[in-house]
Structure formats: C-alpha cells, structure tokens
C-alpha cells in the first residue's frame, strides 16, 4: 500500500530535549517537505527537499533541523525543543516536483511544556 | 513576501447549497492551484487542482476556476452535502517551486 509514515503519532516532551520526527514513504517520490499546522495558520512549511541531500528552507525553519540521506526518509530534528513548537506536524511527499498531489502522512501531534 | 489570502475563514450553509470559497495569490509566477480538504482530525488530502494554462475544471459536484490576470481561483461545491464539512486549503506554487498554503476556510453543512 502506498503511503507515507510518521513516528511517534503523539509525543509529549520538555523544554530543551532532543527529540526527531521520523518520516517514511514508499512511493518513490523525490520531493518531502514537512509543515506545521496551527489553529488559525493554516499549513505553514518548515523544510523541503526535491531530493536526496537537497534541502531548503521553508517559511518557518527556526528551531529545526532535516536530513535527506536516502529517498524515502525525511526526519525532522528539533534539537532544543520550545513550548511554541507545540503543534501538529505533517510530513508530505510528492512525485518528481510540487506540481502534482501532495501525499500527507498521519500527522504528528508534539506537546512541549 | 509571497503569499495566499483564502477568504472566508468560516462558512455555514444548509445542505443543498452552494459553497464558494475564494483565494488571491501574489506571485504571478505561480502556475499550479491545487486544493485540499481535512476532515477533523485527518490528514489533508487533495480534491482537485488547476493548471495556469485553463481557466476551470470540474469534477462532479467540485469546480475551481482561475483568474490569472486577477490572480485569484476559486472553489465551488455545489449541492453541498453533510460529508463535505471540513477545513479546505487552497494552496498556490512559488517560484522557487514550493507550495504555500492558505489559513483555511471550515465548511460546515447542516442538514
């Protein structure tokens, strides 16, 4: 089944400790991009990558981190983890580039008090 | 900077309706508009897109339209049912060929 993973689904953490969002697809898709969603922001984008060991920022990179070392992985690493990146995160991917259907993972929904 | 005004934030019709929601974009670069829906609690999931190159497109009850000189598009429901409540993103290409997505529009249809 094509789909695109994330781990953990739910996390509740403390200021200031590392933590990585893992995201997985397997569909062979070159494009991976991950957003946070905020009530009343709509899907604001943190990261993306038209392909391995290809990144660019998004519009709100401050505080994170991504690596793109095989295709089908693009986690996302917070290293000092703040209560404003409490959020839900979505990880995303897509064929060739942006202009075709964005495949969104199950979302990843990360508490930091 | 670049980015993608969705008006209404929130919309209530009775079922049968119609629905419209309307987005305006800045950068006249952008050549793809695609569309997605989120129920509660789901993930987005894409509805229907539009190329720069047509002026609309339709699929059953769901239409988008396309205004390049205005630089706006538009959704359509028509005969709203109760399964189309959600929140509809509209989202539009930049030039560095990332999506940007608009804040949302929440459709609710009562019966």
């Known amino acids: 089944e094509a789909q695109v993973t994330q781990n953990p689904r739910y996390l509740i953490t403390v200021t200031g400790k590392k933590l990585t969002v893992t995201c997985s697809q397997n569909m062979n898709h070159e494009y991976m991009s991950w957003y946070r969603q905020d009530p009343g922001l709509g899907l604001r984008q943190i990261y993306y990558s038209m392909n391995v060991e290809v990144t660019d920022k998004g519009d709100v990179p401050e505080g994170y981190k991504v690596s793109r070392k095989e295709k089908r992985n693009f986690p996302l690493i917070l290293e000092s983890p703040s209560p404003n990146q409490t959020s839900l995160y979505f990880c995303?991917?897509?064929?060739?580039?942006?202009?075709?259907?964005?495949?969104f993972g199950p979302g990843t929904r990360l508490t930091v008090t | 900077g670049e980015n993608v005004e969705q008006h209404p934030s929130t919309l209530s019709v009775q079922e049968g309706d119609s629905a419209v929601i309307k987005c305006t974009y800045s950068d006249s670069a952008s050549n793809y508009f695609p569309w997605y829906k989120q129920e509660l609690g789901k993930r987005p999931q894409l509805i229907i897109d539009?190329?720069?190159?047509?002026g609309e497109k339709k699929d059953q009850r769901i239409a988008v339209t396309l205004n390049k000189t205005a630089k706006h598009f538009s959704l359509h429901i028509t005969e709203t049912q109760p399964e189309d409540s959600a929140v509809y993103f509209c989202a539009a290409v930049r030039s560095q060929g990332n999506l940007i997505f608009g804040k949302g529009t929440k459709l609710s249809v009562k019966p």
């Open positions: 995303a991917s897509s064929t060739d580039r942006v202009l075709y259907e964005q495949y």
């Open positions: 539009i190329r720069s190159n047509v």
